[in-house]
């Protein structure tokens, strides 16, 4: 089946510095990823759709400044958070289509951690 | 505003049978998802409904009203691996793929 993988897996990083994490697609092709983060105990909420050649679409609240989406090649997405904050710990996971265009597939997740 | 609602816990003991129920408000609708997912693990798939109906895959069926806006997810001899965060997902449709997910259903499976 598809197979998306996310990296790192998970980091800790000092508040006021930035972390890329990235998410591809490893056997398909994905002009669409979707961006969720995951609080403990809490459900995904999502953040982002990064499309391929074009501008991410950011759900309300989400700061576009803050999370920067890249999607510059059709197996590639990377989600950059700006200058973090301890409350930007969470677990981010992302998910493409795969070829049934209903089934998402997602990535195992990054776990951050600022400091 | 947009709502999907699902029971918080829910607990059940090794071969029963276990029906977890979800009701959505939505202002968009193109197919209801039932996620399975493990502490500190991604989401794995179980289902998908976009038509009224029952749609059985083994030990796993998923039931969809559209006019009432309700789903639920049927797990038949549970097994102890099946504790786990059950989550309700609709895709609004916009775009295909963006998931509206409910706050997750923790099942507990006893011996």
Request: hydrophobic letters at 35%; a neutral charge; charged letters at 15%.
């Amino acid at each position: 089946g598809a197979v998306v993988s996310q990296h790192p897996s998970w980091v800790i990083c000092k508040s006021g510095t930035s972390v890329k994490i990235e998410c591809r697609s490893l056997d398909f092709q994905a002009t669409t990823m979707f961006w969720y983060r995951q609080f403990p105990k809490q459900s995904l909420m999502l953040m982002a759709t990064s499309n391929e050649g074009s501008k991410a679409t950011y759900e309300q609240g989400v700061e576009k400044d803050k999370f920067l989406i890249n999607h510059a090649s059709l197996t590639l997405s990377t989600l950059t958070v700006t200058s973090a904050h301890p409350e930007d710990s969470s677990f981010y996971i992302c998910s493409a289509p795969g070829p049934l265009s209903y089934e998402q597939y997602f990535g195992p997740g990054t776990r951050l951690t600022v400091t | 505003g947009q709502n999907i609602d699902q029971p918080t816990e829910m607990t059940a003991t090794e071969g029963a049978i276990v029906q977890i129920n979800c009701t959505y408000q939505t202002s968009g609708f193109n197919g209801l998802f039932w996620y399975q997912q493990h502490a500190g693990e991604a989401p794995t798939f179980l289902s998908y409904n976009v038509l009224d109906g029952l749609e059985e895959k083994g030990r796993f069926s998923s039931f969809l009203s559209r006019s009432k806006g309700y789903s639920y997810l049927l797990l038949k001899e549970l097994q102890m691996k099946d504790s786990a965060s059950y989550l309700c997902a609709v895709d609004r449709g916009s775009t295909l793929g963006r998931l509206y997910f409910g706050r997750g259903t923790q099942l507990t499976v006893w011996p």
